[in-house]
């Protein structure tokens, strides 16, 4: 059972334009989401979080959104650069404030930004 | 402050034989979290060591075990092994007094079993 899906496998973007990535989610216990950007070769590293008391949370050029009555989050990413080309997941503690140190990953999706 | 480190980065293992992944956790971080990244997937988390001891585990059979030593640093140890564990080893560290805080990963081993 999939608790955290990401549909989109893959997602082509223009140099200087938006990407947006997504996820869905099973689990309405879920209360707080990470985005972890993976290089190939290196292991993930964080980019952004949110809260569920929250819709929005914003750092730079990229901010989530969340959509919690429809158990949906999205990663914009404005404006996108080559160096952002990289596999992008989405993930969540299983439990009610649960610690961020046992989190379900979805399957990714790996983003290309077209110089 | 030196990062999450992980030997080694590749290994070739045979089918019904055992191995040992080693992690270095980030400085300062007293908790070590291993994940396996098969391929196509996400990382999915197999357990957590914290005060050396065991503290969460995954869906993943006993023959994956761990250690973790008295400097935070940690071992992955699968017994007989299987093809299906060809995976991507992903270990990370994180400090639990900093609340919430992100997850810490090193570069991981790409282990093959033939």
């Known amino acids: 059972d999939q608790q955290v899906k990401q549909n989109s496998p893959s997602l082509s973007v223009q140099e200087g334009r938006i990407s947006i990535l997504n996820c869905d989610y099973t689990n309405s216990m879920f209360d707080y989401f990470l985005w972890y950007k993976k290089y190939p070769a290196e292991g993930p590293t964080f980019l952004i979080s949110?809260?569920?008391?929250?819709d929005k949370n914003e750092d730079g050029r990229f901010t989530v959104f969340l959509n919690k009555s429809a158990k949906h989050l999205s990663l914009h990413i404005v404006p996108s650069q080559p160096g952002d080309s990289a596999v992008y997941f989405c993930?969540?503690?299983?439990?009610?404030?649960?610690?961020?140190?046992?989190?379900?990953f979805g399957t990714g999706t790996l983003l290309a930004v077209q110089p | 402050e030196t990062g999450v480190t992980q030997s080694p980065t590749h290994l070739i293992k045979t089918r019904g034989q055992q191995v040992t992944l080693r992690c270095s956790s980030q400085s300062g971080h007293n908790t070590v979290s291993w994940y396996q990244q098969a391929l196509g997937q996400g990382p999915q988390f197999i357990f957590q060591y914290y005060r050396e001891e065991e503290n969460g585990r995954g869906n993943f059979p006993p023959r994956f075990s761990g250690l973790q030593f008295p400097n935070y640093s940690s071992e992955l140890n699968v017994n007989a092994l299987e093809l299906d564990d060809s995976a991507l080893y992903l270990c990370?560290?994180?400090?639990?007094?900093?609340?919430?805080?992100?997850?810490?990963f090193g570069n991981g081993t790409r282990l093959t079993v033939t």
């Open positions: 990370a560290s994180s400090s639990p007094g900093q609340g919430r805080s992100p997850l810490h």
């Open positions: 949110i809260s569920s008391i929250k």
């Open positions: 993930a969540a503690p299983p439990t009610y404030g649960g610690a961020t140190n046992k989190l379900i």
